[in-house]
């Protein structure tokens, strides 16, 4: 069982396509892991293992070609997303009993790609900020010190995958919840285009603000889980159609960037100096492998009045629930739906104007390099009692999304990006690097981030058990 936790996703598929390993022996390592680590770190706080076998026996009834992409790996998902006969509760109160009548297209079409469903990741409540607590559950815990922040929201998802109860994992990303806590925790995050992975659409159905992505321990295995998400589902009017391009097989293909840009802030500071430190020594080691590597961002002044704003829109549509639970609301909800409902039109016009500029920068910017590096989050893991990060590096933050800009610029201009770990700070907290393409350029985002990765040799410093 330890032999299987500590192996990759990709060795655990061809494990599963020679028959050498099956889907029920995934399951059994997987439960028994779970019992071992999670009471350190709260992940996984619902888990269906039962569902789960139940449906392995279906999928290994079936010949091996017709088992998909996954052959059988077992997936968590975060506690945003619908599972059929499962508890979810949007790590809200609010729905701390609701058991899901259906699953959302993001869950249906995994399980069709040979995805095995076995719990659910948790998360701040409706994904609301990046530090992973709630009322339902409670706090997860960063492995490397479980006095610290596992960041968010896809923060559940990270963890198990730090601490092996995982080998690859669903997360979402709106202002970096796939990206923050793979930097916090030491694994590897990726934001998607926008209508690259399918999912079941909210009150506004053509949003390219949040999108579903993966997450795994190292660039391969994301490419893997990646391959069973991308393709078109009619009931997401924004998803795109798969082109038929492999992920997996673009991580490999080793390709490098000719000509890079690192910058230490995207010109939205602060970022805190041991950080900014780490990504430009890691960007710097490229050189000795003939990359031309460049300090430059493009002009993203914007990004906080743009992201305050659209985001303040997206959260207008929980009216509803603003007037029926207040008391049941955390503040930070509460705060974000107020605002949202006192936007006026000029503002959000103004956003949107914003948001168009910024993109058409960073396609003109893209002309000219390969790819952009940066810091994911502009601090190491910060303590559990804190809610968010109020100030860095000297300088005060307003609100609990101020500190998450940097991750916020890439969303607006509708990049693809991935964190991968670049180093350790001086307390051997892992700190993350954002690897930003162009939108729809996650082939070559992958093949990019595999071959850094492969430069800074931090592709395979998870699984660990958790320290306090």
């Known amino acids: 069982m330890t032999d299987l936790i500590r192996m990759t996703a990709t060795a655990i598929v061809e494990g599963l396509k020679s028959g050498t390993i099956s889907p029920l022996d995934c399951l059994d390592a997987l439960e028994k892991r779970v019992a071992e680590v999670d009471g350190a770190v709260n992940a996984l706080p619902t888990r269906c293992f039962d569902r789960a076998r139940s449906e392995a ?5 079936k010949p091996m070609a017709e088992r998909g992409v996954l052959a059988g790996m077992p997936v968590p998902i975060k506690d945003l997303a619908d599972v059929a006969g499962v508890r979810s509760t949007q790590g809200s109160p609010i729905f701390k009993d609701r058991i899901a009548e ?6 249906t079409h995994l399980e069709a790609n040979g995805g095995l469903i076995y719990a659910m990741s948790n998360t701040p409540e409706f994904g609301a900020g990046a530090h992973t607590f709630n009322e339902v559950f409670g706090i997860t815990r960063n492995p490397w010190n479980t006095r610290l922040s596992a960041s968010g929201s896809s923060g559940g998802a990270a963890v198990a995958l730090a601490t092996g109860m995982a080998w690859v994992a669903h997360g979402s990303d709106l202002g970096g919840s796939l990206r923050n806590p793979a930097s916090f925790c030491g694994v590897t995050g990726m934001r998607p285009s926008p209508g ?5 659409p909210g009150a506004k159905i053509d949003s390219t603000l949040g999108v579903e992505g993966p997450m795994a321990r190292n660039v391969e295995d994301l490419a893997l889980l990646f391959d069973a998400m991308v393709g078109e589902e009619a009931a997401d009017p924004v998803s795109l159609p798969s082109d038929g391009t492999s992920y997996l097989k673009a991580a490999r293909s080793g390709w490098k960037p000719r000509r890079v840009a690192v910058s230490r802030d995207l010109g939205l500071p602060p970022v805190d100096p041991e950080v900014a430190g780490l990504v430009l020594a890691a960007a710097r080691k490229l050189e000795a492998e003939g990359v031309i590597v460049e300090e430059a961002h493009p002009d993203m002044s914007e990004t906080r009045e743009c992201a305050q704003t659209l985001r303040a829109l997206s959260y207008a549509n929980m009216k509803p629930l603003l007037d029926k639970h207040r008391d049941l609301l955390k503040p930070e909800v509460v705060w974000n739906i107020e605002k949202g409902l006192r936007l006026t039109g000029e503002e959000i016009a103004r956003a949107e104007a914003q948001r168009g500029e910024l993109f058409r920068r960073m396609r003109r910017f893209f002309g000219h390099y390969d790819l ?5 989050t502009i601090v190491p893991p910060f303590p559990v009692e804190q809610r ?3 100030e860095c590096d000297g300088v005060k933050l307003d609100s609990y999304v101020d500190w998450l800009m940097i991750v916020h ?17 001086k ?19 992958l093949a990019g981030a595999r071959f850094i990765e492969q430069v800074l040799g931090l592709g395979a410093i998870t699984p660990i058990d958790p320290r306090s």
Not at 102 to 107: C, E, G, K, Y
Not at 196 to 200: C, F, Q
Not at 427 to 445: C, D
């Open 102 to 107: 259906t699953s959302d297209l993001l869950v």
């Open 372 to 376: 952009l590096l940066c810091p994911t």
């Open 409 to 425: 610029a890439i969303t607006l201009a509708c990049c693809s990006a991935i964190s991968i770990p670049c180093g350790f700070t």
């Open 57 to 61: 026996r279906k999928l290994m009834q």
């Open 427 to 445: 307390t051997h907290l892992p700190v993350g690097l954002q690897v930003v393409a162009p939108g729809r350029g996650e082939a070559r985002l």
């Open 196 to 200: 690259r992975v399918a999912a079941t």
């Open 388 to 390: 968010y990060v109020a």
